[in-house]
């Protein structure tokens, strides 16, 4: 494993994986749980075997349930992923910090940093609102 631990950019996949991995399984796991029983009761009274109910009624259903946890969850590792430069991985926040070293403009820097992270946020936000929307008009519809 070390070709591959010794490079920080995988370091940092695998803590980050790792890190949200269980957190998303339990996102998964409340919303399965959170379906009503008489849904799953009506699939399998309509001749539905548990794979073909698990794929039309239990995933489509949960997805919808848990989109804002999940949604949650990615702004979070957003977030989380500042921490990546402390295994030398230069990313955003990394980054910013050698230019801080070079032009002695902390403010400036972080500031632009700090837009970056914002900017990143708000189109992930913008879309899960998005999907969440469009998982609703197709619930509406009878999809």
């Not at 695998?14 to 009506?42: F, K, N, S, V």
């Not at 430069?85 to 500031?111: D, W």
Request: with cysteine.
């Amino acid at each position: 494993m070390w070709p591959y631990l010794r490079d920080p950019f995988w370091c940092a996949t695998a803590t980050m994986t790792l890190h949200t991995a269980a957190y998303i399984a339990e996102i998964l796991r409340g919303a399965i749980q959170a379906i009503p029983p008489g849904e799953i009761e009506a699939a399998r009274a309509l001749g539905m075997s548990r794979p073909k109910a698990l794929f039309y009624i239990i995933l489509p259903r949960a997805a919808r349930i848990g989109l804002p946890a999940y949604s949650n969850e990615v702004i979070l590792m957003l977030k989380a992923s500042a921490l990546a430069s402390t295994v030398t991985l230069l990313e955003l926040t990394g980054m910013a910090r050698t230019i801080i070293a070079r032009t002695y403009l902390p403010v400036e820097i972080f500031f632009a940093a700090g837009m970056f992270y914002l900017l990143m946020a708000y189109v992930l936000v913008r879309g899960f609102k998005l999907l969440e929307r469009w998982l609703r008009v197709d619930a509406c519809q009878g999809r």
